[in-house]
């Protein structure tokens, strides 16, 4: 599976950005994928995710109300509609896939970098 994200940019805070990524290969196999971020100096952490059949999204609390997931599987597409950005917001934001029911991320975009201006 190859994951190629898109959309990152530079927002002012209280903005809005939208990001894609876009899925290909083994498509079949994705039981999930999610976002996640990495600040500079900081450890990556999960943004949000979503069940590929069931369409079930899941947020991490520093985000819920703020961002939405959804997805696309015509066209193996994931999204992350980000309103209402604050500069802790900032990061490379990474869109992942996963093949487990059982949890954790087998394939990674490269990134797209978020830039917040407060």
């Known amino acids: 599976v190859q994951l190629v994200e898109s959309g990152g940019g530079l927002v002012q805070a209280g903005g809005s950005l939208r990001l894609s990524c876009a899925a290909s290969g083994r498509t079949f196999s994705i039981y999930a994928m999610g976002w996640f971020r990495q600040a500079p100096g900081k450890e990556r952490e999960f943004v949000a995710g979503?069940?590929?059949?069931?369409?079930?999204?899941y947020y991490a609390d520093s985000v819920k109300g703020r961002f939405t997931i959804s997805r696309d599987n015509a066209k193996n597409t994931v999204y992350l509609q980000m309103n209402t950005l604050k500069p802790e917001d900032a990061a490379v934001y990474y869109c992942?896939?996963?093949?487990?029911?059982?949890?954790?991320?087998?394939?990674w975009g490269q990134g797209t970098q978020v830039t917040v201006s407060s």
């Open positions: 992942a896939a996963s093949q487990r029911p059982s949890g954790g991320y087998d394939y």
């Open positions: 979503i069940r590929w059949n069931s369409g079930v999204p």
